[in-house]
C-alpha cells in the first residue's frame, strides 16, 4: 500500500514540476506564531522550540513534569494539554491520605521508566518520519478487495501473503487481529465502572495511548474502591469538539461490553456485512470512543447516500496520526452537512468527500497549515485522480490556514479553496 501511494504521489509531483520549477518549503517556528500563550507553556508544560511541519501539519513535542508527548497537529495538542492537566490534578490531590500519595509516587516513577528509554527524547520524538500521504491517496483497488482479505485474515490461520496493496491489507489486518487478541479485551472492555468515573472527572477520554495517565486512573480507581475521598479540580479549559463530547459521555456512563454490543447491531444497519463489522470492531486504531464517534457520525448523516462508506474508510486508515486528521476531518463534514446539505459520500477515497446535490464535490481536510510544498503537491494529484472526474467543480475546505502559493496552486489546478473553516462551521 505505502509503496502504491508512493509512486502514484511521485507521479503526481512530476506533473506538477512540469508546471511549477520549485516549491515552498514549510517553515520551523517558533510555538506563539501557531499557538495561544496560554498553549505554549503552563505551569507544568512547555511546547518544544522549533515547531516543525510537514507542509500540512505541526509537529509539536511537549515537554512537562510528565514526561515528553507528541501531537501531531493543534487537535492533537489540545488533547494531549488536557491529559497535562489531568495529570496536574491527580497530583495536586491531598497529600494526607497516605493512598493518594501512593498515586502520586506511581505517577513519578511512570515518567522515570518512560524517561529511561531516551537520553534525549525530545530528539528520539522529534525525529519520527510522520506524516499523512497514505489518507489523501485513492483505494479504489483496494476497497474492491478489502472483504475478501478481511475474511480471510478474520477465518484463517494463514492469512494470505501475497505481494502488492491487496496483501498488505491482509497482513495488517492480521496484525490487528492478533494485537486486538492480546491486548484490546483488557484495554477496550476491561474499564472498570470507578475507572471511568475517574475519567469523566478528570475530562479525559478514557482510551487515551498515554500510558502515564492510564496507570494514575487505575491507582486512583483502586483507592476509590477502598476509600472515599475528595479532590479539588482546576479546570482544564480545552473543550473537545461536540462531537467527540457526546461520544465520550456515552463511554463515561455504559458498560464496555453493553456498549459494545448496541454498536455492532448500529453497525450492521448502516451496511457493513458481517466481515467488515468485525474487522471495525477489532482495528486496534479504531477505540471504543472512536468507534461510538464514527457510529454517531453516520446517525447524523441521515439520508445522505453511501454515508457507511466512512466506516469503511476509516477501517482503511493504517496510522494514528491518520486517523487522529480523519476523525477529525469528518467532523468538519458533518457541521458542513448541518449547514448545507451533501448528496452522497465519495467511495474510494480515504479523506472524508462528497458531493452536493448540483454535483459539485467537497473535500475537508483538518490540517493546520497548508505550503505547497513537493510532497503536497503530490498529495494533491494523486487526490485528484482518486476522485471521480466531474465537470460541477470541486472546494476543499482547510480547518487551517493556507499559504499564498499554496492558494495560487490549488486554484489553478481547480480547486476552490476555504480556509479557517474550523470557526465557521462550529457556529452553524
Do not use: C
Request: charged content about 25%.
Amino acid at each position: 500500500m505505502r509503496s502504491i501511494w508512493m509512486l502514484a504521489a511521485a507521479a503526481a509531483g512530476l506533473h506538477s514540476a512540469a508546471v511549477a520549477d520549485d516549491f515552498e518549503s514549510a517553515p520551523e517556528e517558533a510555538p506563539g506564531l501557531s499557538l495561544p500563550a496560554t498553549e505554549v507553556a503552563g505551569a507544568d508544560f512547555h511546547v518544544h522550540d522549533p515547531v516543525t511541519s510537514d507542509g500540512l501539519m505541526h509537529h509539536y513535542v511537549i515537554e512537562s513534569r510528565f514526561g515528553t508527548f507528541r501531537a501531531y497537529g493543534h487537535g492533537a495538542l489540545t488533547v494531549r494539554l488536557r491529559e497535562v492537566a489531568a495529570l496536574e490534578t491527580i497530583a495536586k490531590t491531598s497529600q494526607a491520605e497516605v493512598a493518594l500519595e501512593s498515586v502520586g509516587r506511581g505517577i513519578q516513577e511512570d515518567v522515570g521508566s518512560m524517561m529511561k528509554m531516551a537520553t534525549n527524547p525530545v530528539a528520539v520524538v522529534t525525529g519520527i518520519p510522520r506524516g499523512i500521504g497514505h489518507l489523501l491517496g485513492g483505494y479504489r483497488a483496494q476497497a474492491q478487495e478489502i472483504s475478501k482479505q478481511a475474511s480471510q485474515t478474520l477465518h484463517s490461520d494463514s492469512p494470505s501473503k501475497s505481494d502488492g496493496a491487496h496483501g498488505e491489507v491482509g497482513n495488517r489486518l492480521a496484525s490487528q487481529t492478533e494485537h486486538y487478541a492480546k491486548s484490546a479485551a483488557d484495554r477496550y472492555l476491561g474499564l472498570t465502572a470507578a475507572e471511568r468515573r475517574w475519567y469523566a472527572k478528570l475530562g479525559v477520554d478514557p482510551y487515551t495511548d498515554n500510558d502515564v495517565l492510564h496507570n494514575a486512573v487505575k491507582r486512583l480507581a483502586k483507592v476509590d474502591a477502598a476509600a472515599t475521598f475528595g479532590m479539588r479540580f482546576a479546570p482544564v479549559g480545552i473543550p473537545f469538539a461536540g462531537e467527540v463530547n457526546r461520544a465520550l459521555d456515552v463511554i463515561y456512563n455504559e458498560d464496555p461490553a453493553v456498549l459494545r454490543k448496541r454498536r455492532h447491531q448500529e453497525l450492521a444497519a448502516d451496511g457493513l456485512t458481517e466481515t467488515e463489522v468485525a474487522v471495525f470492531e477489532k482495528s486496534t486504531l479504531l477505540n471504543p470512543t472512536r468507534q461510538t464517534l464514527l457510529v454517531d457520525v453516520v446517525k447524523a448523516l441521515g439520508g445522505v447516500n453511501d454515508r457507511a462508506e466512512l466506516l469503511r474508510h476509516a477501517i482503511a486508515v493504517t496510522t494514528e496520526d491518520e486517523m487522529q486528521v480523519f476523525l477529525a476531518s469528518l467532523s468538519q463534514l458533518v457541521r458542513f452537512h448541518a449547514r448545507q446539505a451533501v448528496a452522497q459520500i465519495i467511495g474510494g477515497v480515504r479523506i472524508p468527500s462528497a458531493t452536493l446535490a448540483d454535483g459539485r464535490v467537497v473535500v475537508f481536510g483538518a490540517f493546520d497549515a497548508v505550503y505547497w510544498t513537493r510532497e503536497v503537491a503530490g498529495y494533491e494529484g494523486a487526490l485528484r485522480e482518486a476522485l471521480a472526474p466531474n465537470t460541477k467543480g470541486r472546494d476543499v475546505y482547510f480547518t487551517g490556514s493556507v499559504s499564498t502559493r499554496a492558494r495560487a496552486e490549488l486554484e489553478r489546478l481547480g480547486w476552490g479553496v476555504h480556509d479557517h473553516t474550523d470557526a465557521e462551521l462550529s457556529r452553524s
